[in-house]
């Protein structure tokens, strides 16, 4: 099946969605948004819960999911995160969700294979691109450096080290960038084919050595999973003052925070159990005892 081809109108109209939404929450020109993405989330309310899930034999995992629930007449929105995936791939699938969230698309589960012939999934992916790193701003990057609109005429190593910056600097993942260089026409085909296919993540390859001497911190940790059990600071903060003001018990608070990987201990409560539950213990065990008898 062909990948699916994104109109002119289609492309203006998420370019200026995004242009909008990143405006709206105090990106403006050449501000990356990168580590940021998290923050964004707390910023509209969305609950963020991070789990690692691997991939079944040759069945990718999926790499995020957007879901609704209501609550006491409260619409709560959660995004669901595979922190088993690489970092950078984490801060573009969660740009990936926020158009689904914007554009009120439903809930939804991203996976890799579904996406290039999916006219939604390809807008989505689309909007992450111009929500990390819009045209403009990128075109804007090239003239500047090479005082033309074309690399054409540029050579290999060059395009890699131009990438690698790009790539520690908007956090955006090296094929994303690959591929938005060729959109902007910045690149021909038979250079977007022949960066395509270089071996990025490796450590020890031509790319992987450039980055590391331009940012050794910022490449390790864009090319490693978290595999991160939990959700956002403030959304435990939640929990927690929901416990301080009684609105759910010591058994819930404790549940609560195991399904996030922290325990009451960690935040200075230590959970006792009452005499009643000693007593129901005791008498259970007694019971247990007279019929073996």
């Known amino acids: 099946m062909n990948q699916i081809m994104l109109n002119e109108v289609q492309i203006d109209e998420i370019r200026k969605l995004a242009e909008e939404k990143r405006r709206s929450l105090g990106f403006v020109g050449e501000t990356p948004i990168a580590n940021d993405i998290f923050t964004i989330l707390d910023k509209l309310d969305i609950m963020l819960l991070e789990y690692p899930i ?57 996976r890799p294979e579904y996406e290039k012939n999916n006219l939604i999934e390809v807008k989505a ?39 690698a910056r790009l790539h520690c600097t908007w956090w ?62 403030n959304k435990i903060e939640v929990i927690i003052r929901n416990f301080e003001d009684n609105l759910i018990d010591e058994d819930k608070f404790a549940e609560t925070l195991s399904l996030f990987n922290k325990t009451p201990d960690e935040f200075g409560y230590e959970i006792k159990v009452s005499q009643d539950d000693l007593d129901e213990l005791d008498a259970f065990f007694s019971e247990e005892d007279d019929d073996e008898n």
Do not use: C, W
Request: no cysteine.
């Open 54 to 110: 691997e991939p079944e034999g040759d069945r990718p995992a999926f790499s995020a999911a957007i879901m609704y629930s209501e609550e006491s007449n409260k619409k709560l929105t959660f995004i669901g995160l595979n922190t088993a995936d690489y970092y950078d791939k984490q801060i573009f699938a969660i740009a990936h969700e926020l158009y689904h969230y914007y554009t009120k698309s439903g809930s939804h589960l991203s």
């Open 125 to 163: 992916n689309r909007f992450a691109a111009e929500f990390l790193l819009p045209e403009t701003v990128l075109e804007s990057i090239v003239l500047d450096e090479f005082k033309t609109s074309s690399l054409e005429k540029i050579q290999h190593k060059t395009l890699l080290r131009f990438i």
């Open 172 to 233: 955006l993942p090296y094929r994303s960038l690959v591929r938005r260089l060729h959109e902007i026409g910045t690149i021909s085909s038979e250079q977007y084919a022949e960066l395509y296919v270089v071996d990025e993540r490796n450590p020890r390859g031509e790319y992987g050595k450039i980055s590391q001497a331009i940012n050794k911190e910022v490449f390790l940790k864009l090319n490693q999973p978290t595999k991160n059990i939990g959700t956002s600071p």
